[in-house]
């Protein structure tokens, strides 16, 4: 079975920085483009990164760029999200997805996510 757990979150100060990861088994990691998406309570899904089959080609939205920073190691099958700078605007549940093809072409397979807060 795919899976993709998370790990990382947790509730951080205004300006602070996490590190998220997502381990994952069951599927030829580096034939799969990841990606980061977080949801906020009352609020849809929002992408925030996405990350190609070797990892030298990444993707941010405007609100993310320059402070998230997505990468992969294909060695341990994990992908990773630092982030920086982080604001209140910032507080979701963050889901660690596959792809469905070696460059980022949309969500696939989700985790569970793991949550987020700045205050």
């Known amino acids: 079975d795919v899976q993709l757990v998370e790990s990382g979150g947790g509730l951080v100060q205004p300006g602070g920085s996490l590190r998220l990861s997502c381990a994952t088994s069951?599927?030829?990691?580096?034939?799969?483009?990841l990606g980061w998406i977080r949801q906020a309570p009352g609020k849809g899904p929002e992408w925030v990164s996405d990350?190609?089959?070797?990892?030298?080609?990444?993707n941010y939205p405007d609100s993310v760029n320059g402070r998230f920073t997505v990468s992969r190691d294909n060695a341990k099958n994990t992908m990773f999200l630092q982030m920086n700078s982080l604001g209140p605007e910032d507080s979701a549940m963050y889901y660690c997805v596959t792809s469905i093809a070696a460059r980022w072409a949309g969500p696939n397979r989700w985790g569970r996510g793991t949550q987020v807060t700045v205050s």
């Open positions: 069951g599927f030829t990691f580096d034939d799969y483009a």
């Open positions: 990350i190609n089959w070797s990892g030298d080609v990444t």
